[in-house]
């Protein structure tokens, strides 16, 4: 089993909509989440991190993080098409210094 | 530009030439971080930086690659006798002295490796 899954997508939403990405991940001990957006052939940008269970709000991002059944979202409210892109959850392992990273989500967001 | 820089941007080499790429860090990070990612896929941990000595390396990092950071400051890594699957973008980060829970690790923009 992959540490960090997401689904691959695409996932498309219409502009104004609100974009919802998931992840799951395996090690129950993990800490600490991020999401990174990566446009088409550039790295990727830190967008958020969570630590602790609920909601962390910035902008028109939303991180969510359960770790009782080891998830966590990323919403994203009003949705541009310059949101589309890939969204990387990542992981921080257990050593502290190295991030998982899911495969990414496509996000796809139509005018 | 206060980011990560990484240098060269793109590089094209024959099967079993060596290469070398380099890595500035955000000027006050004291942790440095390198990454592959391949086409599809996520970034993968391949060895972290702080300060000059080298911490963590993960059993992708061949005997092939080495990494180091002579000063604490720009770190470089060489792959030699390069073979075709090591095509992919390697990617550098940095992250602030604090790390501990939050660890936030920024990117470069990569170095992308065509192997012919």
């Known amino acids: 089993q992959k540490e960090v899954e997401q689904n691959s997508g695409p996932l498309s939403v219409p502009e104004g909509a609100i974009a919802s990405l998931n992840c799951t991940y395996s090690?129950?001990?993990?800490?600490?989440f991020f999401w990174y957006r990566q446009y088409s052939g550039k790295s990727p940008e830190l967008i958020m991190f969570?630590?602790?269970?609920g909601d962390k709000e910035d902008g028109r991002f939303t991180a969510q993080l359960n770790k009782a059944s080891q998830y966590v979202s990323l919403l994203i409210r009003d949705s541009q098409p310059s949101d589309s892109a890939t969204y990387l959850c990542?992981?921080?392992?257990?050593?502290?210094?190295?991030?998982?990273f899911g495969k990414g989500t496509s996000l796809l967001v139509t005018p | 530009d206060t980011g990560v820089s990484q240098n060269p941007r793109h590089k094209i080499t024959k099967r079993g030439q060596n290469v070398t790429f380099r890595c500035d860090p955000i000027?006050?990070?004291?942790?440095l971080y390198w990454y592959r990612q391949t086409l599809g896929q996520g970034p993968e941990f391949l060895t972290y930086?702080?300060?000059?000595?080298?911490?963590?390396k993960s059993r992708l990092l061949s005997d092939r690659f080495s990494a180091e950071r002579p000063k604490g400051s720009f770190s470089t890594l060489e792959i030699q006798r390069t073979e075709q699957g090591d095509s992919a973008m390697y990617l550098c980060?940095?992250?602030?002295?604090?790390?501990?829970?939050?660890?936030?690790?920024?990117f470069g923009p990569g170095t992308r490796l065509t192997v012919l």
């Open positions: 980060a940095s992250s602030f002295p604090a790390g501990g829970a939050y660890n936030e690790q920024f």
């Open positions: 090690d129950r001990g993990s800490q600490s």
């Open positions: 969570i630590y602790s269970n």
């Open positions: 990542a992981v921080l392992s257990n050593s502290g210094y190295a991030l998982n």
């Open positions: 000027s006050e990070h004291n942790r």
């Open positions: 930086f702080q300060n000059e000595a080298q911490l963590e």
